[in-house]
Every structure is written in structure tokens, then in C-alpha cells.
């Protein structure tokens, strides 16, 4: 019985806090029960405000449910990163958080690490979508 249909702008942060400066934010979720499937649109403008050491993470509409590690996954179908080395990216939402912990797979050396503003070059634009379960 609990059905909802919303918008929001989702933000790019460093995980100690700060935004960073957005040019595009485009957000569509649909919840039902305790499942949430956001589409997500973004563009930084830039991330000078951003910790070069600090892990990104992209905001959700609802906190996620406080059950086990992961409990939702970003799959991207487009993005512009600035670097040739990233072969894919993607995120993970984790137990209890509105936030989206980015990743890349980096091609060079096949490692899948936490992105953070000097992987993507100072830039981060990419549309993906969000299945996660919330509280």
C-alpha cells in the first residue's frame, strides 16, 4: 500500500561533507515498500571544495534500511570523467546511509577502487540508475 512518485536533486559530495559545485542535478524516484528505483542526471561544475583524499558519493532521496553491508547498487549507462582509464563506474549504497559510495574500474591495472575527485579529473557527469532497499 505505500506507492510514491517524487523528484529531488541529487548532490555530489566528499564523504567529509563538502559539495561540490553543481551545473546539472536531475532526480526521479519511484518507492514502493521499502524498494526505492532512482534515475539520476548530474553534472559538477567543479569540486574545489572537495578533499582531494575524500572518497565521492552521490545523495539519495530516502536513508537507506540499517540491514547487513550493501543494500543497493548504481548502475551507469553514461559518463564523462575525464580519464581514459576508467573502463566503468558504478556505486554501492551501504546500511543506514542516503549516500551512494562511487567506484571505478580501472582499466590500466583492473583494480575497482573508491573514486575520488583526482580520478575524474576535478569533473563527474553521469546518468544512472539506483535500485536500493530504505528504512
Known amino acids: 500500500d505505500d506507492y510514491e512518485l517524487g523528484t529531488y536533486s541529487p548532490v555530489i559530495r566528499g564523504h567529509q561533507g563538502w559539495n561540490a559545485s553543481m551545473t546539472?542535478?536531475?532526480g526521479n524516484y519511484v518507492k514502493i515498500g521499502d524498494m526505492?528505483?532512482?534515475?539520476?542526471?548530474?553534472?559538477?561544475?567543479?569540486?574545489?571544495?572537495?578533499?582531494?583524499s575524500s572518497y565521492l558519493?552521490?545523495?539519495?532521496?530516502?536513508?537507506?534500511?540499517?540491514?547487513?553491508?550493501?543494500?543497493?547498487?548504481?548502475?551507469?549507462?553514461?559518463?564523462?570523467?575525464?580519464?581514459?582509464?576508467?573502463?566503468?563506474?558504478?556505486?554501492?549504497?551501504?546500511?543506514?546511509?542516503?549516500?551512494i559510495r562511487m567506484h571505478y574500474h580501472n582499466g590500466n591495472n583492473n583494480n575497482t577502487n573508491q573514486m575520488t575527485k583526482g580520478n575524474v579529473n576535478n569533473s563527474l557527469n553521469f546518468r544512472g540508475t539506483v535500485v536500493y532497499?530504505?528504512?
Open 133 to 135: 532497499r530504505t528504512a
Open 24 to 26: 546539472t542535478q536531475s
Open 36 to 52: 526505492c528505483y532512482v534515475h539520476i542526471y548530474v553534472q559538477t561544475a567543479n569540486m574545489n571544495s572537495i578533499s582531494g
Open 57 to 99: 558519493e552521490c545523495s539519495l532521496p530516502f536513508t537507506s534500511v540499517n540491514s547487513g553491508n550493501t543494500v543497493g547498487t548504481l548502475m551507469c549507462s553514461e559518463w564523462s570523467i575525464s580519464s581514459q582509464s576508467i573502463s566503468w563506474m558504478g556505486g554501492n549504497v551501504s546500511s543506514n546511509s542516503q549516500y
